[in-house]
């Protein structure tokens, strides 16, 4: 018999300098885009209910650190609708650029989605991520 202990942690930056030193950094295990099963986590919480419509977020840790560039289907990551990052990661450093999380969900790969917008930090990534538009939804990493 073995036992899997998964620690997961936070922790909220102030998100009122730059982008690229003041985020919120997740690093979560279960958001990789493998794990599978359907759970009920949803990203509708405070960490992405900023006053402003959303929070800087920096993903670290082995569940990833960018927002999954293909649809990992559904009941992936920690959700039942498993978002991915339906774009390019921009090659430019300190420049935000927009873009789509979709949200998979019968009978398309992209019936649900966000605006978001996403910035190269010079060796990582931040996403600007907005709460997540149905319960049982994820950003979904690698």
Do not use: K
């Not at 018999?1 to 985020?23: E, L």
Request: proline share 8%.
């Amino acid at each position: 018999m073995s036992t899997t202990v998964v620690v997961s942690s936070i922790s909220v930056g102030s998100q009122s300098g730059p982008p690229c030193t003041s985020y919120t950094i997740i690093n979560d295990p279960t958001r990789n885009a493998n794990v599978t099963g359907i759970y009920t986590n949803c990203d509708s919480g405070p960490l992405f209910n900023a006053s402003n419509g959303g929070s800087w977020i920096r993903f670290v840790g082995t569940g990833g650190t960018i927002i999954t560039l293909t649809p990992p289907s559904m009941s992936h990551c920690g959700g039942y609708l498993s978002g991915w990052f339906n774009g390019t990661l921009p090659t430019t450093v300190g420049i935000a650029v927009n873009g789509t999380v979709c949200f998979e969900t019968p009978p398309q790969l992209c019936w649900w989605f966000v605006r978001m917008s996403i910035i190269n930090c010079g060796g990582f990534y931040i996403y600007f991520l907005p709460p997540v538009p149905a319960c049982n939804a994820r950003y979904c990493t690698t």
